[in-house]
């Protein structure tokens, strides 16, 4: 359970003016290390997208990272002593940084210290809750107030009207010219009639990932996308719904979301890091 009053208690002593009642409300069924990022690392993204860094900030001479240039010729470096700081993550887990970074210099004592406090979990109990948002402009009202909407803390999309990702074309565009492409595949007879709606396509990707465990409170995983010939999405059956959606339906924008979300789930896990890191680059590094 989350400390609302410890919680009304902190947001006080920081200092912290909230206007909207959706941002005080989620706040306070927060935890205290999500009041404090809002509260002061937000105000230092944007400090620092006022004054983004470039080529001229790169201290390349005084910081080698673990390496020193010895010479003019590509392989003319070597190996150097550079201290190595280990955070715990949790009994089983640790992460471990260089001492230096190119940007930002040596690792001072003040953010060893303020990083210690902030891994604290008797200063900062990790409380692991879900905030559900009831209406997109709910949504937006509280990325507003906490200063994380696009344009203050987050970067405005690069995204044009072409590739809004809000689109069925630009949804579609992710199955044959993007991600999405390595599951794209000539459609089985099974799938390519729906008794209702007639024929689907001759193109799908399905990904019957139902089966995965999420957290409490999130949706699962799971969808069979349909496409015509034209390459357009044409319908998305939900696994864990067990139910076939079409563009005319309630429901369609969160069907595609679903099969988005999916579709990264399984690419990142499988083709990317296994099949990409694990076998081939492991592989190849070994041979070469």
């Not at 067990?242 to 988005?260: C, H, I, M, N, R």
Request: proline share 2%; charged share 25%; aromatic share 10%.
């Amino acid at each position: 359970m989350c400390d609302s009053l410890g919680n009304k208690i902190f947001m006080k002593l920081l200092g912290m003016g909230i206007e909207s009642d959706v941002a005080y409300e989620y706040l306070l069924e927060s935890d205290r290390l999500t009041i404090l990022t809002v509260d002061k690392v937000v105000d230092s993204i944007k400090k620092a997208n006022s004054n983004p860094k470039t080529e001229d900030d790169v201290c390349t001479s005084e910081t080698d990272l673990g390496w020193k240039k010895t010479g003019d010729g590509f392989g003319d470096w070597e190996r150097v002593h550079v201290r190595q700081i280990e955070h715990q993550v949790s009994d089983n887990n640790k992460a471990t940084i260089l001492d230096e970074c190119e940007f930002l210099g040596q690792y001072t004592c003040i953010e060893s210290i303020t990083g210690k406090a902030l891994r604290s979990t008797f200063l900062f109990p990790m409380v692991d809750s879900t905030k559900e948002i009831a209406s997109d402009g709910e949504a937006k009202t509280l990325m507003k107030e906490l200063e994380l909407a696009q344009g203050t803390t987050a970067p405005l999309s690069y995204n044009t009207q072409l590739f809004d990702m809000q689109t069925d074309e630009s949804f579609s565009r992710i199955f044959f010219y993007g991600i999405g492409c390595p599951l794209l595949e000539v459609q089985k007879e099974k799938h390519s009639i729906d008794s209702t709606s007639g024929y689907l396509g001759p193109f799908v990707v399905d990904m019957p990932l139902q089966d995965l465990k999420v957290r409490k409170g999130f949706r699962k995983y799971g969808a069979r996308v349909h496409f015509s010939s034209n390459q357009q999405v044409t319908a998305i059956f939900d696994y864990g719904k067990d139910k076939l959606y079409f563009p005319s339906d309630v429901g369609w924008g969160e069907a595609k979301f679903l099969a988005k979300v999916t579709a990264f789930t399984l690419v990142t896990a499988r083709e990317h890091l296994i099949w990409t890191h694990m076998i081939l680059s492991n592989t190849v590094t070994r041979d070469s």
